[in-house]
């Protein structure tokens, strides 16, 4: 958070390329340049303290918060506390941008289909006040997630129904919108929204402008989902859940975090010989003239 406050105050962040490395991108982080910040965490609480920074910027927060223990999410705090933060970020920021996300929801003899409908029913009645939406994927088998969580298997075609089934009813109960994550529409006929959990909707409801959003920036294949200007790096988060697709195992992450300078204008380590910068090319999306469809929508 000391990191990402910094390169606000500075007003640009330099990415590299995850695909090659020495290729550098330069982004402006400038209210007049950025649309919307979009974030993706477990826990919001860090960016708590100096949340009257980011102001300025049009947000979106989606927060990922589970029923799992340290056995599966050894270093994630508690449910309760990141229930407690993601609360508060709804109080400052306003319900219309956070967004919960329940996943991905993974299946074992502690973790049954029984547990997650207990438990979401639960997690639910405590937070429907303070959001409208809530993502749900189910546990995709990757090549680090089967190397770091061996006794992970796929969900069953008839356990996603039945979670499906009563994951629907339990959100409408609440005024909750269930959008799934790149799982198809097989479960468009409980009336979740299949269509994408950042698509061009969401993200105009976050901020409450309309956007006309390039088609090559919905490059997802299963979605609509508005892909951006990421500024992470992957093998570089702490919370080791086993099913993370992000990080390559323990010890890389650890290598890398040790190589975080919160004054680098990096995420992860600094310059390199051979870094070729290029500065992005940043365009608003926001449709200046507003429609009437706009206000029917």
């Known amino acids: 958070s000391d990191w990402f ?12 390329n995850p695909y090659n490395p020495q290729q ?32 300025p910027f049009r ?19 508690p449910k309760e506390e990141v229930m407690a933060s993601f609360c508060n970020l709804s109080e400052r920021v306003g319900r219309q941008a956070v967004c919960w996300r329940y996943d991905p929801i993974l299946i074992t003899e502690k973790y049954t289909v029984d547990f997650h409908i207990k438990a979401f029913t639960q997690m ?20 680090k997630t089967k190397r770091n969580f061996p006794e992970g298997r796929a969900v069953t075609r008839e356990e996603r129904l039945t979670i499906g089934e009563a ?33 061009r909707a969401v993200l105009e409801k976050a901020i409450g402008l309309p956007l006309d959003v390039p088609k090559s920036a919905m490059t997802r294949e299963g979605c609509d989902c508005v892909l951006g200007c990421d500024i992470g790096t992957y093998h570089s988060c702490g919370h080791g859940c086993l099913y993370c697709y992000a990080n390559h195992d323990r010890k890389t992450v650890e290598e890398n975090m040790a190589k975080h300078d919160p004054d680098s204008p990096f995420l992860i380590g600094g310059f390199m ?24 929508n």
Not at 5 to 16: K, M
Not at 131 to 137: A, G, K
Not at 275 to 288: F, M, N, P
């Open 5 to 16: 406050f910094n390169r606000i105050e500075e007003g640009y962040v330099f990415a590299r």
């Open 24 to 55: 550098v991108t330069r982004y402006l982080l400038e209210p007049e340049t950025i649309d919307c910040i979009t974030f993706c965490t477990k826990n919001p609480k860090p960016m708590l303290a100096d949340l009257d920074k980011l102001y």
């Open 59 to 77: 947000q979106f927060w989606a927060v990922t918060i589970t029923p799992y223990g340290e056995d599966i999410e050894p270093y994630v705090p």
């Open 124 to 143: 639910t009645a405590d937070l429907a006040v303070h959001t409208d939406s809530c993502v749900i994927s189910f546990l995709d088998l990757y090549e």
């Open 167 to 199: 994951f629907a009813e339990i959100a409408a109960r609440h005024n909750i919108e269930i959008y799934t994550c790149a799982e198809g529409d097989e479960l468009a006929q409980f009336g979740m929204n299949t269509s994408g959990c950042q698509s």
């Open 273 to 296: 010989d051979g870094d070729i910068i290029k500065s992005a090319e940043q365009k608003s999306w926001i449709r200046e003239q507003i429609s009437f469809d706009d206000f029917l």
